[in-house]
């Protein structure tokens, strides 16, 4: 099916059959957590998420500031919650450059995450469906297109990040709506090349993560993918917690975030200078991305 081309959300359906939906059912009971050879080392172990960390209140038009992506030539970039709003960052100079929208008539939905491929633009809603544009100049309404991915009748959508490694798009489980995801944290993978899903997804048992975060619960609000490592870092806002994991699903660490400087994390993304940025729902006041800077060498 093509996909659809206009300044309109225009809706759609790109399911998988339904034999496909049987075998994500099957692998997600009978898969194991792989091994991966060689060292193994926990991107977290590079930041200090106690110690000083630089913190930059955004301006109001960002309140509710969802996810965060580094393009490829470095710049970062965020995406409001409720509207296909994307905006050009400089935490360093604490500025915003740019902001552009998805539609001459803006594309308004529950968006949970963003992810930037190349030169091409995706945000993905609560059930699962990408919107893909390229970027736009300051104030422009640039043209979008929708795809359906049916991950929605499995669970609620929050997060996305690009894979280099097979060109796909991964989708993070926040809620299971299917009781087969209930027992795990499950990443779907979503391909560029076919625009369909790959099978299997990505099921780390949701114990593996507890046992590294030390706590019960991680319902899955960010991710983003450690351009030295190629490891995954998410993040959970309600629970407050920090899980890293290699793209095999081997759990390397977690922990806790600090509630006074995390009320609600919802976006995280490691940057091209090595740092760990978190950003955080206003919660009735002003948010705000926390920089944490890795640790000196010792």
Known sequence: MKPTRSRLATPGVLAPPAVAVLLWA?????????????PVTDPLVRFDLAGPAEFWRLPGRLT??????????????AHDDERAVIYELDVDRTEMIKAFAMGDQLARADFEGLAIAGERFYLVTSDGRIYESREGADDERVLYNTYGTGIGRWCEVEGLAHEHMDDTLLILCKTARDSSLESSVTVFRW?????ELVDPPLSVPLEHVEEATDQ??????GIARDPMSGDYVLIAAQDRAVVSM???GVVLGGGRLDADRHPQAEGVILDAMGRLLIADEGRGARARITVYPPRPPE
């Not at 099957?26 to 060689?38: F, I, K, N, V, W």
């Not at 391909?191 to 625009?195: D, E, G, I, K």
């Open 191 to 195: 391909s560029l090349a076919t625009r």
């Open 26 to 38: 099957a692998a997600l009971t009978a898969q194991e957590t792989p091994a991966r050879e060689g």
């Open 246 to 248: 290699t793209r095999e």
């Open 64 to 77: 509710e500031i969802s996810g965060l992506a580094v393009s490829p030539d470095g710049r970062l970039f």
């Open 216 to 221: 019960r619960g991680f319902a899955a609000s």
